[in-house]
Every structure is written in structure tokens, then in C-alpha cells.
């Protein structure tokens, strides 16, 4: 499009125009952005928007003749996109001498995984309100209660032992019923969802897709300082 638009100016415009571009520094196709990150990210694969993220980079950027363009040390935005299994890390800019410059360039999956010593961990909901209502039921002193009523009443009468017998298996019936019940109430336990991580300086290598000139500007080279 740039290249259609150039022949659709004056033959002075147009080598203006040339000469112009001929002196902005080329980052060619290809270039390796070696960056790194300055803490450790640990996200849901699930959650709901893209993340943008800031790194850094380890390792100069040259352009096309040989000269060294963007210094160790520039920061370099990237955005962390869901995708299936994971998220898809790329690199969006770069800031150049101050400015900064959107680049094209190849992405990373990150799978999203477990760790090792979280396997067989479990994350347990909250109760729901009816189960928490049978728990309180059956821990409260109904069922004792009802018990001891009964071994007083029949307390010396040995006739009354099948009456017995049959009342607290009838106790027994209700406390099982009331704990069968709590534990239908209650949502199973869910496993831990496997999650995307990068440590803290991990390093990821990306490589330019097109061909990215640099704007042309005298201000000096802009590295933070990390200490």
C-alpha cells in the first residue's frame, strides 16, 4: 500500500520521499527480540480480556547493516491472548529513542499446566445454605437427646426392648437420611484449573515477521534503569 501510494507522487516528491526512508534505520525480517521478564505471571487461561504485559530485552537488535539499533535494556510491549490450552504471548511494540514503535512479530504458546506438588489439591466451593442447614441439624443434640429420653423411659422394663430397639434405629434412620441429604446438598469438590505461568526472568525469543523501519529521530536511546 506504502509502495502504491509512493508512485502516485511527483517524480521529486517521490525521490524526496526515497531518500527520506533510505536514511531511517531497517530492522529486517527476521530480527531476533530476545526479552525477558522482570517478575513472574500466573494467569487463568479462562479469565474474561487479553493482558498486556511489559518485558525487557536481553539482547541488542541490529539493523540491516550490522549497527546495533535498539540497546539491551529497551522495553518491549506484548499481550497475552487467550487460546485453547493456553495463551498466545506476542510482541505489539517497542520503544524506540523515546517512541514507541508497533512491530510485527511472531508468537509463543504458553501451555497451561499444573504444577507437580499441586497435583491431587482441590479447590472446595463454599457450602450451600441447605447443606450448611443438615450439618447444624444433625451436630445439634436432637438425636442424643432423643436418645437418652428414650433409655430413661424404658429404663427397667424389660419389655419394652423391642420398642427400643425399633425407636433408635428409627433415630438412626433420621441421622443417616439428614447426612445422605447434607451430602447430596453439597456441590462436588472441583479440581485445581491448570494455569499459565512464566517465571521471573524467563527468557522468550520472538523474531520480526516484516521488515520494520525505525522512525527517524535525534532524541537519545531510552533504557530504564532496572536496579
Avoid: C, H
Amino acid at each position: 500500500m506504502a509502495l502504491g501510494l509512493l508512485l502516485l507522487l511527483p517524480e521529486g516528491a517521490r525521490s524526496q520521499s526515497l531518500w527520506r526512508q533510505s536514511r531511517r534505520t531497517l530492522l529486517p525480517e527476521g530480527s531476533a527480540i530476545v526479552v525477558r521478564s522482570p517478575r513472574q505471571i500466573i494467569l487463568d487461561p479462562n479469565r474474561q480480556y487479553d493482558l498486556p504485559v511489559s518485558l525487557f530485552s536481553v539482547l541488542p537488535i541490529y539493523d540491516a547493516t550490522g549497527q546495533v539499533a535498539v540497546p539491551t535494556g529497551s522495553v518491549v510491549t506484548g499481550l497475552l491472548q487467550k487460546r485453547e490450552g493456553g495463551d498466545y504471548l506476542t510482541v505489539k511494540s517497542l520503544v524506540y529513542r523515546g517512541l514507541e514503535v508497533p512491530v510485527q512479530a511472531s508468537g509463543r504458546i504458553i501451555p497451561a499446566q499444573i504444577r507437580p506438588e499441586s497435583y491431587n489439591q482441590f479447590a472446595v466451593p463454599p457450602k450451600t445454605k441447605s447443606s450448611s442447614f443438615f450439618d447444624a441439624l444433625v451436630g445439634s443434640n436432637l438425636v442424643s437427646g432423643l436418645t437418652s429420653v428414650l433409655l430413661i423411659n424404658n429404663s427397667g422394663n424389660g419389655k419394652s426392648q423391642p420398642q427400643l430397639g425399633a425407636a433408635l434405629l428409627g433415630l438412626l434412620g433420621v441421622e443417616a437420611l439428614f447426612r445422605g441429604i447434607s451430602v447430596l446438598a453439597e456441590r462436588p469438590s472441583k479440581p485445581l484449573p491448570p494455569l499459565v505461568e512464566i517465571p521471573e526472568a524467563s527468557v522468550i525469543v520472538f523474531s520480526l515477521s516484516i521488515n520494520t523501519y525505525l522512525p527517524d529521530t535525534a532524541a537519545p536511546d531510552t533504557v530504564p534503569s532496572l536496579q
